[in-house]
């Protein structure tokens, strides 16, 4: 049987490169009726800020072609009650977690870094840098290489534990700010975050969701995604994880010929709940059938024609 | 909960745009059915367009089977109508907490069932349950408004002889069948013979906020089953949530997941 354990950060090894992605998998006890949620690579949580959250009101999500717009505002129980109700429940079902986080400035992400330094139960944190910069003029500290450099910086300092910094896609440039990150000490890259879109009611004459815009998701995103996680691998030398419309093993598989050391599957988990147990069994059986020893060997072997 | 593909068994055309699936379900799943539940239902060769799955009330179910009546408004539900008698379903349920159906304390006081348009498949769920436990209704109402005559649907199954009890009364906006106005009226007036009445409501949001509003001025309890749009249905994308009143301090605002927490939840929690 393939070996398909792989190092996403220096000492962090995952039994399978398959995690979910941050916001689709609540805080992973949703999931324990559909599948022993162990079993996967890691969880990633909802993401969590100092405070909690309450997101934003009207229509949150809407249904495009082979994807979905969604504008939940970030809504969240805040970090305390994560540590105090959520995160115990995660240990006792022997989940491997990463907790993604996000705040309004600097001090925001440093603060959550030290708070959850040396947590027993946390594998790794995971920032969620497509926020915006209050400080900055609201700009998002993901879209400005010197702001995304100076913000994993000060979190690096403050935290012990693997640090994943997640991208936003919404950038000219995605390389540069892949490469910033990494200088800046960043031990893994996850990419990428939803692309902004928007969605209009004829009828109505009015946008379908409250918030006008809204991060899209889904199928329809895979190909920007691949592209993006294939550009970085060419210029970063830390692991990637890559996201975005992963819906099977065959699209999993694509990820890691690109050049992703592992994966997380987003949205489709909303439409069968135990599609990311689903793809690291698709995975297995692929690579078995293809006569791999090790997920590693396949891993950025894409060959160029 | 249980997640599964299965086989439609029945498929019968109830208008020109509403229809109703009979699918195959194991025991288990019909024993954890209750009124109000509801399932995520999609095409199994979708092909991601329409991508997610979409939610519609258990509206009856036997020992193997359960039947959902949809009305066909867009892309999910218009596909969901072209699957045939045979063809495969991918079911996610049963989901919700569905309605309070112990029943009320005081035998005599009444249920007063509100339905609107579609609203009726969910508020069906309750009947239905109580003619397939040979439970007789009396003192209790059903009040049932739609757009018109043809979209008043399933009168011949609510007033045959399983309804033994059952007092109906239709209203339409165009007074084609019953009469013409809203369904808030007929409840408005039904409080005032029966204040001391048990009130489930289930239909368009304005609808609800008005059948609220009934319940306000009339001192009187009541559940609302909310129809939010929905991507996952079990808890985890926060898409569905509706702002409620925060009991434990009711100067803030909180929000409640439609999908696990709701979709009944007591008239007066709701902030539309
Ligand atoms: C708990 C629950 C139970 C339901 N039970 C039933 C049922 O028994 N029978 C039934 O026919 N329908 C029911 N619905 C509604 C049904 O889920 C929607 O009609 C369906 O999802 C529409 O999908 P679609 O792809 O056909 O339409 P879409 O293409 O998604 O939308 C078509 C149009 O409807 C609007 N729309 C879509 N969803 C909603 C919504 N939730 N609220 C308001 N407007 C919306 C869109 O903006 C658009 O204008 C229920 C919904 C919920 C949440
Ligand atoms: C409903 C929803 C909520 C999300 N919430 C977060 C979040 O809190 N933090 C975050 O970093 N990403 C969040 N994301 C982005 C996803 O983690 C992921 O990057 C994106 O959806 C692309 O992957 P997919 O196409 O597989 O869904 C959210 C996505 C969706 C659909
Ligand atoms: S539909 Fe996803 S949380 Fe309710």
Same mark, same amino acid.
């Given at each position: ?12 090894? !995952? ?74 429940? !995660? ?12 705040g309004n400035n600097q001090d925001d992400y440093a603060n959550l870094a030290a708070k959850l330094d040396g947590v027993a139960g946390i594998a790794a944190l995971e920032i969620n840098i497509s926020c915006p910069n209050v400080k ?16 994993? %910086? ?33 031990? #893994? ?83 069968n709940p135990q599609t990311s147990i689903e793809i690291v069994e698709g995975i297995e059986q692929y690579l078995d059938a293809q006569g791999y020893s090790k997920v590693t060997d396949f891993i950025a072997s894409l060959e160029l024609? | 909960?249980?997640? $599964?593909? +299965? ?18 379900? %194991? ?53 969901? +109508? ?149 991507? #996952?249905? $079990?808890?985890?994308?926060?898409? #569905? ?32």
């Amino acid at each position: 049987m393939v070996d398909l354990k792989v190092e996403i950060a220096p000492g962090l090894v !995952l039994k399978n490169p398959v995690m979910t992605a941050s916001g689709t998998f609540g805080y992973g006890r949703e999931y324990a009726p559909y599948f022993d949620i162990s079993r996967l690579g890691a969880i990633i949580t909802k993401g969590l800020s100092r405070q909690p959250k309450i997101g934003n009101s009207g229509v949150r999500i809407t249904e495009t072609a082979c994807g979905m717009l969604n504008a939940i505002g970030l809504e969240n129980i805040g970090v305390e009650r994560f540590l105090s109700d959520e995160l115990p429940i !995660l240990q006792k079902m022997n989940a491997t977690v990463i907790v993604n986080v996000f705040g309004n400035n600097q001090d925001d992400y440093a603060n959550l870094a030290a708070k959850l330094d040396g947590v027993a139960g946390i594998a790794a944190l995971e920032i969620n840098i497509s926020c915006p910069n209050v400080k900055a003029g609201g700009i998002q500290f993901g879209i400005d290489p010197q702001a995304a450099a100076k913000l994993v %910086a000060a979190v690096r300092k403050k935290t012990s534990l693997p640090l994943i910094t997640k991208l936003s896609p919404n950038v000219s440039d995605i390389v540069v700010i892949a490469k910033a990150v990494e200088e800046a000490g960043s031990d #893994c890259i996850s990419l990428i975050n939803t692309l902004i879109g928007m969605a209009i009611d004829l009828e109505r004459k009015c946008p379908i969701l409250g918030n006008v815009t809204g991060g899209l998701s889904g199928p329809a995103i895979k190909p920007v995604a691949l592209r993006m996680v294939y550009q970085v691998a060419q210029a970063v030398s830390i692991p990637i994880i890559g996201i975005g419309g992963i819906a099977n093993a065959r699209d999993a598989l694509e990820f890691l010929l690109a050049g992703a050391t592992a994966i997380e599957v987003g949205t489709a988990n909303f439409i069968n709940p135990q599609t990311s147990i689903e793809i690291v069994e698709g995975i297995e059986q692929y690579l078995d059938a293809q006569g791999y020893s090790k997920v590693t060997d396949f891993i950025a072997s894409l060959e160029l024609n | 909960m249980y997640l $599964f593909n +299965s086989e439609i068994v029945n498929k019968e055309k109830l208008t020109q745009n509403i229809f109703r699936l009979r699918i195959k379900a %194991a025991n288990d799943f019909c024993r954890v059915a209750t009124p109000g539940k509801f399932v995520m239902l999609g095409s199994d060769d979708s092909l991601f367009d329409p991508l997610l799955r979409r939610p519609f009330g258990i509206c009856r179910w036997g020992t193997d089977w359960f039947e959902v009546i949809i009305k066909i408004v867009g892309k999910g539900s218009s596909q969901l +109508s072209k699957l045939e008698k045979g063809a495969s379903v991918a079911v996610h349920g049963p989901l919700g907490n569905g309605y309070p159906i112990n029943k009320p304390e005081n035998e005599q006081n009444t249920l007063i069932l509100v339905a609107g348009g579609m609203g009726i498949a969910s508020i069906a769920s309750y009947l239905f349950a109580a003619f397939d436990r040979k439970q007789p209704l009396i003192g209790t109402f059903l009040l049932y408004g739609a757009a018109n005559y043809s979209e008043l649907i399933l009168l011949n199954e609510l007033t045959d002889a399983d309804a033994f009890g059952l007092q109906l009364q239709t209203i339409t906006d165009d007074g084609s069948c019953g009469r013409q106005g809203l369904v808030t009226q007929l409840l408005s007036h039904e409080l005032q013979n029966n204040p001391q009445s048990q009130v489930f409501a289930c239909g368009p949001e304005p609808m609800l906020k008005s059948v609220q509003k009934v319940l306000q001025k009339n001192e009187c309890d009541g559940f609302l089953s909310l129809e939010n749009r929905m991507a #996952c249905g $079990f808890g985890v994308c926060l898409g #569905c949530v509706q702002s409620m009143i925060n009991e434990d301090d009711e100067t803030s605002v909180k929000t409640a997941k439609v999908c696990t927490q709701g979709p009944v939840f007591p008239a007066q929690q709701v902030i539309f």
